[in-house]
């Protein structure tokens, strides 16, 4: 399925996976940057659904929508 054809939580999920593996030094630059551009696009979904605000608290947010929060620290530490 191509990227921009998936959900949310599956593109994520993929893009944990991509980078567990970069953090084990496991992957070639073209599976870091696969990994980076899926996080990109995750970044743009989450915007776009506007699963997160400023005035929220962290007991607003959904448990579904928690790991989410991870796609950033994901970005820096790739």
Not at 35 to 40: D, S, V, W, Y
Not at 47 to 53: I, Q, R, T, V, Y
Not at 61 to 75: A, D, G, H, V
């Amino acid at each position: 399925m191509a990227m921009e054809e998936m959900p949310l939580s599956a593109l994520f999920e993929q893009a944990r996976k991509l980078h567990l593996k970069a953090s084990d030094s496991r992957a070639d630059q073209d599976v870091v940057k696969e990994g980076c551009e899926m996080l990109h696009k995750c970044e743009d979904m989450v915007g776009k659904l506007g699963l997160f605000s400023s005035n929220e608290t962290k007991e607003d947010i959904s448990t579904n929508n928690l790991k989410y929060l991870l796609r950033e620290s994901f970005r820096r530490i790739g």
